[in-house]
């Protein structure tokens, strides 16, 4: 290979090493061949809330991931940030994922489709903790793969393909 001409790899930095996570990211970049990233997760904090309510706190979280995880891996030259959250709309507590791309000057960011939670879990999440809740309710929480949206769609939907839009 001519040194000259060899084409170089590029890094994104992914601010957690959460497998569902890792696992929608990976699954973007297959889709775009013609970009490619090595993927490197790293743990960082959201700087927000444990289960962050609204557009605004889910944003902020997102965007800190992003920023952060570029920050603290050397060669990366964008950074992604992943954080789920929980709006309220008409009375009815939809979970959403935001994504944050952090180029080192700016911010890009977007909203993945949101899915409604059911009555037991939305009256008892605040108190208990989301995949507390969700247990109470009988459905076992699995943050580290499908996620409980896996469980309850039958396999149809699950949290890494909510979070590759």
Known sequence: INEGTAKQERVAALGTTNPGKLQACEGCFKEWPEVS???RGI??????AEQPMGLEE???GAK???RAARMSV???SIGIGLESGIVIVD???MDFCACAVFDGERYHVGLSSGWGLPPAVARS????GYNQAFEDAGVPADDRGAGVLGHLSGGILSRPKQMKE
């Open 74 to 76: 050397e060669d990366a």
């Open 64 to 66: 800190n991931r992003a």
């Open 58 to 60: 889910t944003t902020k």
């Open 91 to 93: 009375g009815m507590h």
């Open 43 to 48: 743990s960082v904090p959201s700087g927000v």
């Open 125 to 128: 999440y605040a108190e208990r």
């Open 37 to 39: 990233y090595a993927l």
